[in-house]
Nanobody, 119 residues
Framework: VHLVESGGGLVQPGGSLRLSCAAS????????MAWYRQAPGKQREWVAY???????NYQDSVKGRFSLSRDSAKNKVYLEMNSLKPEDADVYYC??????????????WGQGTQVTVSS
């Protein structure tokens, strides 16, 4: 199972970006998926998650600005980020609790995608 993020880049303050995360491989089911972010020298922090039932939750600092959605048929999740602030600039990581075809449930991580917010 592999997770691949895309959609990062440079955006001005107040701008928007849409991150995507695609899960591939021998997947039986996806239990939940989440986004984390990490700035240099800091601990990785949780941003948002979505369950297999479609329930979402967000870190307080991004509520009302970020929106998480999924395309279950494509094993993809999307993080729509609006009204971006300089403090949102981090490497964003996608993670998923996924059951493989061998029925093992593991936590997988993507390689990260850089988000830069600067004028």
């Amino acid at each position: 199972v592999h997770l691949v993020e895309s959609g990062g880049g440079l955006v001005q303050p107040g701008g928007s970006l849409r991150l995507s995360c695609a899960a591939s491989g021998s997947i039986a089911s996806i239990k939940s998926m989440a986004w984390y972010r990490q700035a240099p020298g800091k601990q990785r922090e949780w941003v948002a998650y979505i369950t297999d039932g479609g329930i979402t939750n967000y870190q307080d600092s991004v509520k009302g600005r970020f929106s998480l959605s999924r395309d279950s048929a494509k094993n993809k999740v999307y993080l729509e980020m609006n009204s971006l602030k300089p403090e949102d600039a981090d490497v964003y990581y996608c993670t998923g609790v996924i059951m493989s075809s061998s029925l093992r449930v593991l936590n997988y991580w993507g390689q990260g995608t850089q988000v830069t917010v600067s004028s």
